[in-house]
């Protein structure tokens, strides 16, 4: 099972730059999450989605836009790149069946650069 | 609205000693909590969930971590560190109804393990 995979890995991006980042989870689940890590600072919410079809606002949504037009991809977008957007960025998916079952998966995670 | 503080950034020990970790949480409602794990340039990995069914957790590689109501803790612990267990981690802790959405991490607390 390849889980949650994320692309790219690695990409440093000039300020203005617009790119892509590509989250696919083959395990069917209806959650997927974007979080981004920064020192000191944890994981933040950027954007998550219940559904395909379905996104909403997390915590930091700011700079930042997604899509979920397929069940097993969600998709984040940065339109016009920032230094303040320098961060290694997650993707999660999860399933709830219910409190007992129920966990969420994580990608290995794309550092990305803006200069 | 739901929050976690971990106190202290760092925390190092020595091969074979006890290993604890603090974490405390605010929730309006009953939490779900969780502690993960991430090795350098990894994802994270669950190490132990808290879903309202016993307040003693046990998870892998020898942790577990105990829910206490009145103090609003759930502190990951180890009887014995290993060299392995140097690693950062992070307690989250998400709506009781609700699974994994909207995970509300902590800052992280990197454990350092001397031999």
């Known amino acids: 099972n390849a889980g949650v995979t994320q692309t790219p890995k690695f990409r440093v991006l000039k300020t203005g730059q617009s790119m892509t980042l590509l989250c696919a989870q083959d395990?069917?689940?209806?959650?997927m999450y974007w979080y981004r890590q920064d020192p000191g600072m944890g994981l933040r919410l950027i954007h998550y989605?219940?559904?395909?079809?379905?996104?909403a606002k997390g915590e930091v949504p700011d700079g930042y836009n997604v899509s979920r037009l397929k069940k097993q991809n969600f998709l984040l977008g940065l339109e016009s790149a920032a230094p303040s957007q320098t961060s290694v960025y997650f993707c999660?998916?999860?399933?709830?069946?219910?409190?007992?079952?129920?966990?969420?998966?994580f990608g290995q995670g794309t550092r990305l650069t803006v200069v | 609205a739901q929050s976690v503080t971990q106190l202290g950034s760092h925390v190092s020990v020595s091969e074979g000693a006890l290993v604890l970790l603090r974490c405390n949480y605010s929730?309006?409602?009953?939490?779900?909590l969780f502690w993960y794990v991430q090795y350098p340039n990894q994802g994270l990995q669950l190490l132990l969930k808290?879903?309202?069914?016993?307040?003693l957790v046990k998870g892998i590689n020898g942790f577990e971590a105990e829910f206490k109501k009145s103090e609003t803790s759930f502190h990951l612990t180890k009887p014995s560190a290993h060299m392995s267990d140097a690693a950062e981690y992070f307690c989250?802790?998400?709506?009781?109804?609700?699974?994994?959405?909207?995970?509300?991490f902590g800052t992280g607390t990197r454990l350092l393990v001397s031999p």
């Open positions: 999660a998916s999860s399933y709830y069946r219910d409190r007992v079952n129920t966990e969420a998966f």
């Open positions: 395990m069917n689940h209806e959650y």
């Open positions: 989605s219940v559904g395909e079809g379905t996104t």
């Open positions: 929730s309006s409602v009953p939490p779900y």
């Open positions: 808290y879903t309202s069914a016993a307040t």
């Open positions: 989250a802790v998400s709506k009781g109804n609700t699974g994994f959405q909207k995970l509300v």
